[in-house]
């Protein structure tokens, strides 16, 4: 089983920065298995896509909504993946969550932002831009 756990959360004022992380543990070759997603939901709203990185760390997507504004990263000698979140705005405020998922070479744009191509999800870290 895997075992996420995000971080880095809080309160910031607008066109602050944050970064967040999660870190993964559990069993089997984490780092090399799994490619990996951030989702977000906010209060009343539905759960929205928002960044993705392949396992190999060498191919990164990005909504639309954050594009420009974030970079997602990931560290596989530390089970950990980043999302740097700049020039924040009062609509980044939402649960961010972390997931992990087994692309099976069908990794794309398409699979990505697919919540429920992925098995394992985080408790969650709020962000809250105001």
């Known amino acids: 089983d895997v075992q996420l756990v995000e971080s880095g959360g809080g309160l910031v004022q607008p066109g602050g920065s944050l970064t967040l992380s999660c870190t993964a543990s559990?069993?089997?070759?984490?780092?090399?298995?799994?490619?990996m997603g951030w989702f977000r939901q906010a209060p009343g709203k539905g759960r929205e896509w928002v960044s993705a990185?392949?396992?190999?760390?060498?191919?990164?997507y990005y909504a639309d909504s954050v594009k420009g504004r974030s970079t997602i990263s990931r560290d596989n000698a530390k089970n950990t993946v980043y999302l740097q979140m700049n020039s924040l705005k009062p609509e980044d405020t939402a649960m961010y969550y972390c997931?992990?998922?087994?692309?099976?070479?069908?990794?794309?744009?398409?699979?990505?932002?697919?919540?429920?191509?992925?098995?394992?999800w985080g408790q969650g870290t709020q962000v809250t831009v105001s």
């Open positions: 997931a992990a998922g087994r692309s099976d070479g069908m990794w794309s744009y398409r699979w990505a932002l697919m919540a429920h191509k992925y098995n394992y």
């Open positions: 990185i392949n396992s190999g760390g060498g191919t990164t």
């Open positions: 559990g069993t089997g070759r984490i780092s090399e298995e799994f490619c």
